[in-house]
């Protein structure tokens, strides 16, 4: 990759082999995707499970994230929250800056839930949603919308959105007419739950933490 001209350092291509960098401060790119090398940075992955509260700690004594995550060389802290009935991704880390950036709507990180609501979901309320819908506190633009699956008795649709006001998507269900009875986060930016069991944590990879970064414009 380094004769190819692909590393970079500090914003220079390196050509030459055995150069030498600080993991702690370099920034190093491969085709312009961050390498995350400092040495102390977390990144992992939670199926947070419901009922689980987002937070480290609960002074009620109710489940926490902390009760999945275990002991880390490092205290780690969770990307934005998922409501205490929501399940699903929710990312850890003790990377500030990259949490800061996902989580904050101006960097446009597409979230995305998938829903269980009263069915069936009509198209014109596909097009309602899509359409932008006001809430007490500002229209919910979102990125997609889209039934999955529709019966009589429930649907399940799918919504992806940048932003993380509380109680977003049961907000914005309630509001169309299908209250949300399940919900569940299935991907943040690059990152999906995929086959990530309920109630247990994995470390990212390096290339997801590079994606992260990208999505995250750093
Ligand atoms: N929107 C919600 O309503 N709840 C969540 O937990 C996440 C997004």
Do not use: C
């Not at 979102?142 to 399940?156: P, T």
């Amino acid at each position: 990759m380094i004769a190819a001209g692909r590393v970079s350092v500090d914003g220079q291509i390196v050509r030459r082999f055995g150069a030498r960098v600080d993991p702690e401060t370099s920034e190093i790119r491969v085709d312009d995707v961050r390498v995350v090398t400092a040495p102390d940075k977390l990144y992992f992955a939670l199926n947070k499970p419901r009922g689980v509260v987002s937070t480290m700690w609960d002074p009620q004594g109710r489940p926490t994230l902390a009760d999945y995550t275990g002991q880390t060389s490092e205290r780690i802290f969770h990307v934005g929250r998922l409501d205490t009935e929501t399940e699903g991704l929710i990312l850890l880390t003790n990377d500030g800056e990259l949490a800061n950036r996902l989580t904050h709507p101006r960097y446009k990180v597409i979230k995305t839930y998938i829903a269980k609501v009263p069915g069936p979901v009509p198209q014109r309320v596909a097009r309602e949603i899509k359409k932008g819908v006001e809430l007490e506190d500002g229209p919910v633009e979102v990125d997609s919308f889209r039934v999955v699956d529709n019966d009589d008795q429930q649907a399940l649709v799918e919504i992806r959105l940048h932003e993380g006001r509380k109680h977003i998507v049961r907000r914005l269900m309630e509001a169309v007419g299908h209250p949300v009875a399940d919900l569940a986060r299935t991907q943040v930016g690059p990152i999906g739950l995929n086959t990530l069991k309920l109630g247990t944590m994995r470390a990212l990879t390096q290339r997801e933490v590079g994606e992260l970064y990208k999505v995250a414009g750093l």
